[in-house]
């Protein structure tokens, strides 16, 4: 469903982000992109959404559906961003306008990008925050960004990114920001929100453990090149490059994740 | 509410405390009353110790401090003592002029700073390099200078507005008033449409507006209510301060302008040595500076939820 071929990005005259990047995710399909800061994980994920720092020249193609993403403009981009495909951010806090109730976060994405009525945005609204495990809807909706927790305000940017039912998630370090007993939580949500509407992901992260328990492949990527593909089991118990070698020995001792449970030893 | 009151009693301790200051500076400043009442005539060391009695100039300091701040709490600024006039009708019959002009040039500087600089954050290219470039300009020419620009071209070369004066009834006012209130709003509006380039460019890159442009929102929409919308936050704070700061910078346009305003009369009372209209001019000053700040401040709270909660605590 999503190909990404030979996808090079740099910044200014020499500061190369990727280098020759391919990736492919078939529909349904979960694959993470496993790496350190800085390897150019995000920028892969920003380049599919046109959302790339101003300045940037970008190589290669990036396909939707046989669509090329990269040459989208205008109407086209926006209905491309709007239906088919969501993104998920690490630091809720910023995602959301500070001075805009939670309520009208949810609106703009329906009704301002889908064109959904807005008598039915706002009834979808609180459906869609009790679908991520919100009970105090009506609070949270009057709330504004500052007065939630970053757990809660991340279930609201999950609201939203559900809300057009897109056929492709991009999930960028999305519990990073949060403490650890949240992050549990706001996983399974994704987890089961992804499985509900049978999307496909492609989940940028740090933490090797947490894109094998919830990733069917995973990519690792070094220095803006992706140095192995392979299934979680691969990966774990014949990892091929060095890199993914020293990623491996260098997790926690004895801490696996599991998707429903969290951290356990 | 506890907010408003806490920041109205904090801003009468701010005058009390300036006030104090105020008349210990004209205290402490060369020259003195009676020196100016009897014009530099020789009199009798009797006549001025006459004077002084009467102006109760030999009562000790604080004394003389209360006595004046009492006054001025029941509304009475004393009397000039150039020409006997009470003070408080001298500024009342001044204080329209300098409002007017404060307030249009108050108006020029939201509309032409803001305005321009939201256009030159928003557009870039050519626009974007003019703006900048009559910035520079506005930055760097001083208000008298600017005054005597407009007027040259404006008033004598091509006869539009008049020279001088301050006109009657509201019409012809603000037609004596335009080239003024422009000169005053120049520099400030200068700075102003830099602060809103400056804050519009950051906002066009925050996170909040890369997402909604990811979520599909349109750019038009996301400039309205994301850029233009929270760059705003910053801007008004500086808009505040510049207009309150535009009270002081009244004075040399009234005088360039010669127009009947506060300014005029507090550079002639100076000149005078007289000690009342001077405090009275400053008190006002101090209490328009602090009220300006306070509105700015209420604004700032009714744009930004941010700030309530904090207040509320």
């Known amino acids: ?265 | 509410m506890t907010f408003i009151l806490r920041r109205l009693a904090a801003l009468i301790g701010v005058l009390i405390a300036s006030s104090f200051l105020v008349f210990a500076a004209m205290y402490a400043a060369p020259g003195s009353p009676e020196n100016f009442l009897v014009q530099g005539r020789t009199v009798s060391p009797e006549v001025l110790e006459a004077i002084r009695a009467q102006y109760s100039l030999d009562d000790p300091f604080l004394v003389r401090f209360w006595n004046w701040l009492t006054n001025v709490l029941h509304g009475d600024f004393g009397r000039s003592l150039a020409n006997q006039q009470d003070v408080g009708d001298l500024l009342a019959a001044r204080l329209p002029t300098t409002l007017m002009l404060v307030t249009m040039a108050a108006l020029i500087i939201i509309v032409l700073g803001v305005g321009f600089g939201i256009l030159a954050g928003t557009r870039g290219g050519v626009v974007d390099k003019i703006i900048l470039l009559g910035s520079n300009l506005g930055f760097a020419v001083p208000t008298f200078f600017a005054a005597l620009i407009l007027m040259s071209i404006f008033s004598v070369g091509l006869g539009w507005f008049p020279v001088f004066g301050s006109g009657d009834g509201f019409i012809d006012r603000v037609w004596h008033l335009t080239l003024p209130a422009l000169a005053l709003a120049l520099p400030s509006s200068a700075v102003v449409a830099r602060i809103t380039r400056t804050s519009i460019r950051e906002e066009r890159d925050s996170e909040h507006s890369v997402m909604a442009r990811a979520r599909g929102v349109a750019e038009r929409l996301v400039m309205r209510r994301h850029v233009i919308r929270n760059s705003m936050l910053p801007v008004s704070t500086i808009v505040g301060v510049h207009i309150a700061g535009l009270i002081a910078g009244s004075f040399v346009v009234e005088y360039a302008f010669t127009l009947d305003g506060i300014g005029t009369l507090l550079v002639h009372a100076v000149q005078r040595k007289d000690f009342a209209v001077v405090q009275a001019i400053a008190i006002v000053l101090v209490a328009a500076f602090g009220i300006i700040n306070l509105l700015v401040d209420l604004f700032y709270a009714s744009i930004d939820p941010r700030v309530k909660v904090e207040t509320n605590r």
């Open chain 1, 1 to 265: 469903m999503l190909t990404i071929d030979n996808l090079s990005l740099t910044i200014g005259p020499d500061l190369q982000i990727l280098r020759e990047v391919s990736l492919a995710v078939a529909a349904g399909e979960a694959v993470g992109l496993v790496g350190e800061s800085g390897s150019g994980k995000s920028m892969t994920l920003r380049s599919i959404l046109h959302i790339e720092p101003e300045g940037s020249r970008v190589t290669g193609t990036i396909t939707f559906d046989g669509v090329d993403v990269r040459g989208l403009t205008g109407e086209a981009l926006r209905q491309m961003r709007a239906n088919d495909v969501s993104m998920i951010a690490q630091n809720p806090h910023a995602v959301l306008n500070p001075v805009l109730p939670v309520e009208r976060y949810l609106i703009e994405g329906m009704h301002d990008a889908q064109g959904q009525p807005t008598k039915t945005a706002k009834l979808r609204a609180g459906e869609l925050l009790e679908q991520v495990g919100i009970d105090a809807v009506d609070r949270v909706l009057r709330s504004y960004p500052h007065q939630l927790s970053g757990g809660m305000l991340q279930r609201v940017v999950i609201a939203g990114a559900i809300a057009g039912k897109p056929r492709l998630m991009l999930a960028d370090e999305p519990t990073t920001a949060l403490d650890v007993t949240t992050q549990a939580e706001v996983m399974a949500i994704l987890d089961e929100c992804r499985h509900e509407l049978g999307m496909a992901m492609l989940f940028v992260t740090h933490d090797l453990d947490l894109a094998a328990a919830v990733c069917d492949r995973i990519a690792v990527m070094k220095e803006g090149e992706i140095v192995e593909i392979g299934l979680p089991e691969q990966l774990r118990d014949n990892p091929q490059h060095p890199y993914t070698r020293a990623l491996m020995e260098s997790r926690p001792a004895g801490l696996t994740w599991t998707p429903e449970g969290g951290p356990t030893s």
